[in-house]
């Protein structure tokens, strides 16, 4: 079976594309992120004329994330049990289109697309750390009711765990993603019996997953290691191979993010 997870920055916009990649990929489930529309508004029938199914949560033209599946598609959360609410002064918190959970071909696969925290006084910072621990809290909990369960966490994490994750770590001096508590929140999940994955399979430096569309960032591969896979023990042991299909990044329309691919055994 092969699981990826991309940050596809508007489904809509990029509908082509994803459905290209998953015939040319023989992908099995994808997590997807940023599909920034509403559950009305997700095109539903192209997925299913190349035989999907279609898991989706989404409020409006932000966030919203996705798993689409050839391999069932059971058991959807919206949600995990917990997960906190943001809202902007004076307005009342909404738990926000992030978190995505079914069980696909026996595996659990969350679609998750971590807050960004945009800076380290903003209220969404703690919100972030926050969420992280909450999600943490829920991924212990699934083990220890069920050791051998096949979980992954797929997504876009909006942390640069490690220096070389990263262009040039000075120039995220002060600024989220790279701070000491975020990293501390990542590595977390490790503690709690999960294992990433994508740095297991791929350990080399300045492996991109990102690069903004601004200032050629591309072309200078100015980029981020920020969309990761935290597996199981039953889940690592499956999984065989991992990819960056970083040729995703070039062309007109592309997203700014570009899928991780999993290959798992059987």
Same mark, same amino acid.
């Given at each position: 079976?092969?699981?990826?997870?991309?940050?596809?920055?508007?489904?809509?916009?990029?509908?082509?594309?994803?459905?290209?990649?998953?015939?040319?990929?023989?992908?099995?489930?994808?997590?997807?992120?940023?599909?920034?529309?509403?559950?009305?508004?997700?095109?539903?029938?192209?997925?299913?004329?190349?035989?999907?199914?279609?898991?989706?949560?989404?409020?409006?033209?932000?966030?919203?994330?996705?798993?689409?599946?050839?391999?069932?598609?059971?058991?959807?959360?919206?949600?995990?049990?917990? #997960?906190? @609410? +943001?809202?902007?002064?004076?307005?009342?918190?909404?738990?926000? &289109?992030? /978190?995505?959970? !079914?069980?696909?071909?026996?595996?659990?696969?969350?679609?998750?697309?971590?807050?960004?925290?945009?800076?380290?006084?903003?209220?969404?910072?703690?919100?972030?750390?926050?969420?992280?621990?909450?999600?943490?809290?829920?991924?212990?909990?699934?083990?220890?009711?069920?050791?051998?369960?096949?979980?992954?966490?797929?997504?876009?994490?909006?942390?640069?765990?490690?220096?070389?994750?990263?262009?040039?770590?000075?120039?995220?001096?002060?600024?989220?993603?790279?701070?000491?508590?975020?990293?501390?929140?990542?590595?977390?999940?490790?503690?709690?019996?999960?294992?990433?994955?994508?740095?297991?399979?791929?350990?080399?430096?300045?492996?991109?997953?990102?690069?903004?569309?601004? #200032?050629? @960032? +591309?072309?200078?591969?100015?980029?981020?290691?920020?969309?990761? &896979?935290? /597996?199981?023990? !039953?889940?690592?042991?499956?999984?065989?191979?991992?990819?960056?299909?970083?040729?995703?990044?070039?062309?007109?329309?592309?997203?700014?993010?570009?899928?991780?691919?999993?290959?798992?055994?059987?």
């Amino acid at each position: 079976m092969r699981i990826a997870t991309w940050n596809v920055n508007s489904l809509r916009t990029r509908l082509d594309r994803v459905l290209a990649f998953l015939e040319r990929s023989s992908i099995d489930v994808l997590a997807i992120q940023e599909t920034k529309c509403r559950d009305d508004q997700l095109p539903v029938a192209p997925f299913e004329a190349a035989g999907y199914e279609v898991a989706h949560t989404g409020y409006h033209q932000w966030n919203g994330v996705a798993i689409v599946s050839r391999v069932g598609l059971k058991e959807v959360e919206t949600s995990y049990a917990g #997960q906190p @609410a +943001f809202g902007k002064p004076g307005q009342e918190p909404r738990v926000e &289109a992030r /978190a995505i959970g !079914a069980t696909c071909g026996g595996v659990r696969v969350w679609s998750l697309y971590v807050p960004h925290g945009r800076t380290l006084t903003d209220p969404h910072y703690a919100y972030k750390l926050a969420w992280l621990d909450g999600l943490r809290a829920q991924a212990a909990g699934w083990l220890a009711a069920d050791p051998t369960a096949q979980v992954g966490l797929l997504g876009d994490w909006n942390v640069i765990p490690r220096d070389t994750d990263v262009w040039d770590v000075t120039a995220f001096e002060g600024h989220t993603h790279v701070s000491a508590a975020e990293r501390a929140a990542f590595a977390a999940f490790e503690d709690a019996g999960y294992t990433e994955v994508t740095r297991e399979h791929l350990p080399a430096e300045h492996t991109y997953t990102y690069w903004d569309y601004q #200032q050629l @960032a +591309f072309p200078r591969n100015k980029g981020l290691r920020i969309d990761f &896979a935290y /597996a199981s023990p !039953a889940l690592r042991d499956q999984v065989t191979a991992v990819t960056v299909d970083r040729d995703e990044r070039r062309g007109k329309g592309a997203s700014d993010h570009v899928p991780v691919v999993l290959d798992l055994a059987g």
